[in-house]
């Protein structure tokens, strides 16, 4: 059974850079042809993809989102981090780590995290 989990700080300040990351138990994140994605839903508001780090540990940003945005992984932990840049409240939101074998651009995850909500606040 694959499992994700979010962990990080649930507060950030303005204009810190917000840093969580996703632990995956059940399979290695270097597993072929899956690909690992952070997404966040703002309070009232759709879910938003940040972007993904792939198999190969290749990565690709949301363009709205890519001049702030990196994702790296540690494969010995089987871990994947985000790191949000020059937050502002704007970027307040439940986080979610998801991956699987499908498109992430396409919305296609077969596992998801709980999620973990981030406050952007002094």
């Known amino acids: 059974q694959v499992q994700l989990q979010e962990s990080g700080p649930g507060l950030v300040k303005p204009s810190q850079t917000l840093s969580l990351t996703c632990t995956v138990s059940g399979v290695p994140i270097t597993a072929t042809y899956h690909y690992w994605s952070w997404i966040r839903q703002p309070p009232g508001k759709g879910k938003e993809w940040i972007g993904y780090?792939?198999?190969?540990?290749?990565?690709y940003y949301s363009p709205r989102l890519e001049s702030r945005v990196s994702i790296s992984w540690e494969t010995s932990k089987n871990q994947f981090t985000l790191q949000l840049s020059s937050v502002t409240p704007e970027d307040t939101a439940i986080y979610y780590c998801?991956?699987?074998?499908?498109?992430?651009?396409?919305?296609?995850?077969?596992?998801w995290g709980q999620g973990t909500q981030v406050t952007v606040s002094l």
């Open positions: 780090i792939g198999y190969t540990g290749n990565t």
């Open positions: 998801v991956g699987g074998t499908g498109s992430p651009i396409q919305e296609e995850y077969d596992y």
